[in-house]
Every structure is written in C-alpha cells, then in structure tokens.
C-alpha cells in the first residue's frame, strides 16, 4: 500500500469509491419500476414531439411548393419500379433480336372488285 500522504493514491481512492457507489445507485434505479415508467413516458413525449415536427415540416415543405421526404422516397420507389419494368423490356428485346421469328408470308390481296359498267356514254 502506499503512503497515506500520496496524493495521487488518496485520489485513486476516492475515485473507486465514488465508482462503486455510483454502479450501486444506477443498477438499483434501473430495476425500479418508477424509473422504468419515467424512461416510458418520457419515451412516449419524445414519439409524439418527432411527430408533430414531422407534420410541421410537410406543411412548411408544402408551402414552398417542395416535396417532403415521404413524397421523395415514394418517388424513388416508383422510378426503381420503371427501372426494374425498363430492364425487363431490354432483355426481352435483345432474346428477340438473338432468335429471331421467321418473316410472316404476305397476306394475301384481295379480289378485285367489279366496277359498274360506266352509263355515262
């Protein structure tokens, strides 16, 4: 052990102490039920305040005539769902153009038709 007049050693002392003490006060307020409620609620408030601003934020986005985030990402889905179609389309296009069907025969012309005889004369 050191001596009682180091300083440095009264100070790692204390801090221990105050290290245990502190774990010993935090494990017994986060098995209490009244802090778990409190971490609940305040959970709860936080929830309902991100919306509010989420809301507040869309109007204002509005007013500006600009799209919000949930308009963007609906966006996005829609255009990698043209990609996905467009790609589809691609690869259809080039199986074709690798096989490609025979030409149709020619349809056939129809009949004449009969003229009436020209009464004009």
Same mark, same amino acid.
């Given at each position: 052990?050191?001596?009682?007049? *180091? /300083? +440095?050693?009264?100070w790692r002392t204390m801090l221990g102490e105050m290290s245990?003490?502190?774990?010993s006060f935090a494990?017994?307020?986060l098995t209490s039920p009244e802090f778990n409620k409190v971490i609940t609620d305040v959970g709860g408030v936080s929830a309902e305040?991100?919306?509010?601003?989420?809301e507040l934020m869309e109007r204002y986005l509005v007013g500006l005539n600009m799209p919000s985030?949930?308009?963007l +990402? *609906?966006?996005?889905? #829609?255009l990698e769902a043209i990609e996905t179609q467009l790609h589809e389309i691609t690869q259809l296009l080039r199986q074709m153009q690798a096989h490609p069907e025979p030409p149709l025969p020619p349809a056939?012309? /129809? /009949? @004449? #038709?009969?003229? @009436? @005889?020209? #009464?004009?004369?």
């Open positions: 052990m050191a001596k009682a007049s *180091d /300083p +440095t050693e009264l245990k003490g502190f774990q494990n017994q307020a305040a991100q919306k509010q601003v989420g985030r949930a308009q +990402t *609906d966006f996005g889905a #829609r056939a012309k /129809p /009949p @004449p #038709r009969k003229r @009436p @005889p020209n #009464r004009s004369a």
